[in-house]
């Protein structure tokens, strides 16, 4: 498809766009539909079809492998990284009312916590979508 | 900080294995796995002497009170359980680094470290968690990372052993999960606790039931009760030697435990033995498991396939002891969950250390090892016996609370067949004691004695077998406590 101009230009167009649509799912996620798995599907999505327009190598130099490997790791560490924080601030495993900026209204903090967490997911699941892309993709490209 | 033990049980293993992923660096991924080993068996321990001194121990997740939250819950029952996992998990993480480093991809063995340390949290998970849909949860995680440990293995042949594993696996956590979801239709909650006490008004509707058949079917397909083990001889067969010796010390345990909880405390022990007639249709499959898979095992020549073979004999002890719907019953199934891990554990490790020096555990490879591995031999011996239940051994522990188990219903039939299967077990441990011992050996004379890394360890397990088998008296106390919580329900 490399040849082709209007999937080309079109694809750079719409990029953008899918990546910023990822991003309000993640952060619109507690008052709609969405969150932080569907997210990083999207979020994938945007690089996939980079990948599939203008080839493998030219999104691996932007996205190395290494680094969404990284990402897999890094989610869950956040993810339970908040659990930790929370614990250290006093509260039980997760418990969200610690992370409240104004402790009269620890209430705020449910709102934060679940952000932090979807953040986590958000990652993650991105790293796993685009790794098993690369993997998929590349198989049999090293032997020939 | 004490506070929190329950949930540092999971959390620990879960933190280290993105960190283990994160490190390029093989021993430092290692050094860290055995650090979070350690560090949830003491956590395990001091739950277990909380819960022994104080009773039940609850921690809500994220301040949300159950039944609506999410609640850990530790009685006398998971804390046993959590031991025993987490014993195994220190004992063979050490063993892990030299094991590993000969059998799988130098670049691979950060990611492995982290897939071990996943399922690890995922089987304490499994134990420690009071809510139902956690359950599945936590079983997805240990079984995912334990199909990528099994696909690791050295021969091209531990890949479908691990596809096939994996298809098995996930028409069982499908069950389970499809029975979790029939419950919950039924009573709203998911809540160990709740749903004991909210099961009784309902137990006449069909839902319930059929419930019951799926969780049954979901928890037996993972515990690989006969005639449901197909996936298990392979996958062990082939996995990487330290990953045998975990997952088959571990992971048939905890589905087992899974078993106990579902049909035990949430059903209750009259359901499941007066409506239900658990007893009836797990005795026969358990006798079948005992004779059929002790006969296959004797025919085997591969030494891990046989193992493995006489692993899913041994479950059929374990369902047999549930099967007697008594204390002593139940007493001689926790026992053993601890004994067979003991042993299990002991014998794949000398596997192991075959493996590492000469590459292959077929049954004439092993000629004359007894001469030139002195020490490995030495350890299948020990443990052999104590599969066999030779006294002063874990083994002969576990096979007495059973045979009293089944004298106390008057089955004396039943004790005939366990005695007998003990006899088939000498069997076919002595034919690898032959071949170590009796047979001249072949092959090449430079043969040297495992690593002490690896033959330490597996000595550590090999003594824990001698030294429990000896002073049974504490372990039978705490899992006869055990089954006096699981026969009448949920504790204080």
Known sequence: ?????????????????????????????????????????????????????????????????????????LGVLI???????????????????????????????????????????LVTVFGVMVTVFYLFAGRGRENS | MSAHLPILQVVVPLLAAPLCAFLRNARAAAVIAVLASWATLAVALSLLGDVMSAGVISYEIGDWAPPLGIEYRVDIVNAWVLVIVSTIASVVAPYMITSVEDEVERRRIPL???????????????????????????????????????????????????????????????FIVIGIGLLYVMTGSLNMADLAVLLPEV???????????????????????????????????????????????????????????????????????????????????????????????????????????SSVAQIGYMVLGLSFASVTGLTATLLHLFNHALMKGA???????????????????????????????????????????????????????????????????????????????LVYVWRVVEAAYFRPAGGDEGTREAPWRLLVPTWVLVGANLYFGIGAARTARVAERAAEVLMTGVGP
């Not at chain 2, 005639?227 to 062990?236: D, G, I, K, T, V």
């Not at chain 2, 997952?247 to 035990?264: D, E, G, N, P």
């Not at chain 2, 022990?269 to 026969?284: C, H, I, T």
Request: charged letters at 10%; aromatic letters at 12%; glycine letters at 10%.
């Open chain 1, 79 to 121: 993810f339970a990284g908040v659990g930790v924080v929370t614990m250290l601030l006093g509260h039980n495993y997760l418990g969200y009312n610690a992370l409240a900026p104004d402790p009269t209204h620890p209430e705020h903090g449910q709102h934060y916590g679940i952000l932090l967490v979807e953040l986590g997911v």
């Open chain 2, 347 to 425: 014998l794949f490790m000398a596997m192991g250390c075959v493996v590492y020096r000469i590459g292959s555990v077929h049954i004439d490879a092993m000629a004359g090892l007894g001469k030139r591995m002195p020490w490995t031999m030495a350890a299948f011996v020990v443990g052999g016996l104590s599969l066999v239940g030779v006294p002063l051994t874990v083994g002969f522990v576990s096979k007495w609370f059973l045979i009293l188990g089944a004298l106390e219903r008057g089955w004396w039939p039943v004790a005939v067949v366990v005695l007998l299967a003990s006899v088939l077990a």
């Open chain 2, 203 to 309: 137990w006449d509707s069909r839902t319930v039931k059929v419930a019951y058949g799926f969780l049954g079917v979901g928890c037996c397909l993972k515990l690989a009760l006969f005639p449901l083990h197909l996936w298990l001889p392979n996958a062990y067969a082939f996995a990487p030697s330290a990953v045998t010796a975990f997952l088959a010390s571990t992971a048939t345990k905890v589905a087992v435990y899974m078993l106990l909880r579902f049909f035990l405390t949430i059903f209750g022990a009259p359901f499941s033995f007066g409506v239900m007639g658990l007893d009836r249709v797990l005795l026969p499959l358990a006798l079948a498991a005992v004779v059929t898979m002790s006969l296959v095992a004797i025919f085997q020549v591969d030494v891990k396939r046989l193992l493995a073979y």
């Open chain 1, 1 to 73: 498809m490399r040849e082709e101009v209007v999937v080309r230009v079109g694809a750079k167009i719409l990029v953008p766009f899918i990546i910023m649509f990822a991003l309000y799912v993640h952060f619109h996620g507690d008052y709609s539909p969405g969150g932080g798995f569907q997210a990083g599907v999207i979020l994938a999505a945007a690089f996939v079809l980079l990948a599939l327009v203008y080839g493998l190598e030219a999104v691996q130099r932007v996205l190395p492998p290494w680094f969404t490997r990284m990402c897999a790791a």
């Open chain 2, 112 to 174: 492995f470290h982290a897939a071990y340390l996943l399922c690890l949290a995922g089987l304490l998970g499994i134990t420690i968690t009071g809510d139902v849909f956690n359950v599945f949860v936590f079983l997805e995680i240990s079984s995912l990372s334990a199909y990528a440990l099994i696909a690791m293995g050295t021969r091209r042949r531990a890949l479908t052993a691990a596809f096939r594993y994996l298809v098995m696996g996930t028409v069982g956590a499908t």
